[in-house]
């Protein structure tokens, strides 16, 4: 079973459109998050939620908008596309409170393009 | 200043020697460190976690922590070509609940 499943895998779209990314785990972990991956590897915390709550917000553009509808989901919409949003978006988990060791585990990824 | 610095590389290793990756990040009150593994294509997949200085060893990977000198590396024995990759190190805050990531470094282990 996968632990952090997100949908789709590939997402190829034209500028100024709207879409969704969707993630769901099923861990029982508490904790969420949205990571940006760039063309040079570099992975970016955009935003983190605790049991439905947001709790960080990355200074992301407001086109990004976060929604978790319950502990387990947490779906990333984007409105108004732009050529610099194309990057792999990563959702990521982790256990209650983080733990001192406990690292995050991360779904397989959104490779968004647009065009 | 980055919060996490690496060498992004590319450092390439023959098969079968140890391959050195390190990592400095800039806020003393980083608490916990993460080395993670990407594979071209793939979402990061942890390797190690440590937090307490000194040498902490699983399998043929050792991660090293010196606080003082805000210094963590990871060490792997025994270099195989399956171990070619991007290897991500993390830095935890204390009091932040996020994870930040430095640049990685693409390894290469040329058989």
């Known amino acids: 079973d996968t632990a952090v499943s997100q949908t789709p895998k590939y997402l190829v779209t034209q500028m100024g459109n709207d879409k969704s990314i969707k993630c769901e785990q099923n861990?029982?972990?508490?904790?969420m998050y949205w990571y940006k991956q760039d063309s040079k590897k570099f992975l970016k915390i955009m935003f983190s939620y605790n049991n439905k709550e947001l709790i960080i917000n990355e200074t992301v553009p407001n086109r990004f908008s976060p929604k978790s509808p319950d502990k387990a989901h947490l779906n990333l919409h984007i409105n108004s596309l732009e050529l610099g949003d194309s990057a792999v978006y990563f959702c990521?988990?982790?256990?209650?409170?983080?733990?001192?060791?406990?690292?995050?585990?991360f779904g397989s990824g959104t490779r968004l393009t647009v065009v | 200043q980055k919060e996490v610095e690496q060498n992004s590389g590319p450092l390439s290793v023959p098969e079968g020697a140890i391959a050195s990756l390190n990592c400095t990040y800039s806020d003393r009150v980083s608490q916990s460190f993460f080395w993670y593994r990407q594979y071209s294509g793939k979402s990061p997949e942890l390797i190690m976690s440590i937090y307490s200085n000194g040498d902490k060893e699983d399998g043929r990977f050792t991660a090293q922590l010196n606080k003082a000198s805000q210094y963590v590396s990871l060490l792997i024995r025994d270099s195989q070509p399956s171990d070619s990759a991007t290897y991500l190190c993390a830095v935890k805050v204390q009091g932040a609940q996020k994870l930040v990531f430095g640049q990685g470094t693409r390894l290469t282990i040329n058989p």
């Open positions: 990521a988990s982790s256990q209650p409170g983080g733990g001192l060791t406990s690292g995050y585990t």
């Open positions: 861990l029982g972990h508490d904790t």
